[in-house]
T-cell receptor
Framework: DTGVSQDPRHKITKRGQNVTFRCDPISEHNRLYWYRQTLGQGPEFLTYFQNEAQLEKSRLLSDRFSAERPKGSFSTLEIQRTEQGDSAMYLC??????????FGSGTRLTVV | QKEVEQDPGPLSVPEGAIVSLNCTYSNSAFQYFMWYRQYSRKGPELLMYTYSSGNKEDGRFTAQVDKSSKYISLFIRDSQPSDSATYLCAMSATGGGNKLTFGTGTQLKVEL
């Protein structure tokens, strides 16, 4: 297993466009998390899944954001009608029921 | 006020120095404490994981937790240029799906 994989690594989009990111977790991990990190800040929690169920969403996750994890495997994070304030690194992580996360390398979103 | 406070640095030390990195927190529910290392344009990588108060050592790294003072530390002995990175503290409470709350990160540079 090669760890948590995120695609694409970098996305540049025009304001108002929709974007979708993909995360492939470590195969035996049942929990999957999305975080957002802006320059000079630590990652901030967005949402997490246990298997296919989305169990918690942060207030940071506005109505323009939606995440799915069909069949409890890979996950997608979609941002509709992107705004310049959405520019950030979007990090995916996975874990088992324990406490140790493995993060992916992230998708860097630039909204112009 | 943020739940987790961390001095952003930057911190510059000579090779071989002992480095001390610290975080304070305000949420008494935090029970699990972690230190992550993040290289530029990469995802965070777990360095140390501790539960409740006490010390934990792993090679050149020592993590300390003082729950009475709501203060955690990471010490790096015999620092190397390859230790140059951003160090993030993170914490979670029992329950809550292992959601992590991060500090802002301290940027460390170890110079030859």
């Amino acid at each position: 297993d090669t760890g948590v994989s995120q695609d694409p690594r970098h996305k540049i989009t025009k304001r108002g466009q929709n974007v979708t990111f993909r995360c492939d977790p470590i195969s035996e991990h049942n929990r999957l998390y999305w975080y957002r990190q802006t320059l000079g800040q630590g990652p901030e929690f967005l949402t997490y899944f246990q298997n296919e169920a989305q169990l918690e969403k942060s207030r940071l996750l506005s109505d323009r954001f939606s995440a799915e994890r069909p069949k409890g495997s890979f996950s997608t994070l979609e941002i509709q009608r992107t705004e310049q304030g959405d520019s950030a690194m979007y990090l995916c992580a996975s874990s088992t029921q324990g406490r140790s996360y493995t993060f992916g390398s992230g998708t860097r979103l630039t909204v112009v | 006020q943020k739940e987790v406070e961390q001095d952003p640095g930057p911190l510059s030390v000579p090779e071989g120095a002992i480095v001390s990195l610290n975080c304070t927190y305000s949420n008494s529910a935090f029970q699990y404490f972690m230190w992550y290392r993040q290289y530029s344009r990469k995802g965070p990588e777990l360095l140390m994981y501790t539960y409740s108060s006490g010390n934990k050592e792993d090679g050149r790294f020592t993590a300390q937790v003082d729950k009475s003072s709501k203060y955690i530390s990471l010490f790096i002995r015999d620092s190397q240029p390859s230790d140059s990175a951003t160090y993030l503290c993170a914490m979670s409470a029992t329950g809550g799906g292992n959601k992590l709350t991060f500090g802002t990160g301290t940027q460390l540079k170890v110079e030859l």
